[in-house]
């Protein structure tokens, strides 16, 4: 695929068509590494971290186990 580089500010930018922003999972403020390597740029997405609320909604009763007792550490009283 060719694209067109052109001017943005004082930089220059090249627009990432759609289906190729969503075949990588890049979408609008999306973190990318950009390295050169020869004569090839090359952007890469940068994998976020899931929030709490994404990390918890994986849980599962098949998943769960027990309650883990780590026993006494200090001077506790219980």
Same mark, same amino acid.
């Not at 190729?20 to 740029?41: F, L, P």
């Given at each position: 695929?060719?694209?067109?580089?052109?001017?943005?500010?004082?930089?220059?930018?090249?627009?990432?068509?759609?289906?190729?922003?969503?075949? &990588?999972?890049?979408?609008?403020?999306? =973190?990318? +590494?950009?390295? %050169? !390597? @020869? $004569?090839?740029?090359?952007?890469?997405?940068?994998?976020?971290?899931?929030?709490?609320?994404?990390?918890?909604?994986?849980? &599962?009763?098949?998943?769960?186990?027990? =309650?883990? +007792?780590?026993? %006494? !550490? @200090? $001077?506790?009283?219980?």
């Amino acid at each position: 695929m060719t694209t067109r580089v052109q001017k943005w500010g004082n930089s220059l930018a090249v627009r990432i068509p759609s289906h190729i922003a969503e075949e &990588t999972g890049i979408h609008q403020g999306s =973190e990318v +590494d950009m390295c %050169v !390597e @020869g $004569n090839v740029i090359k952007l890469v997405p940068k994998k976020r971290k899931p929030t709490l609320q994404e990390l918890l909604e994986k849980v &599962t009763p098949e998943n769960r186990h027990d =309650e883990i +007792d780590f026993g %006494v !550490e @200090g $001077n506790e009283r219980l």
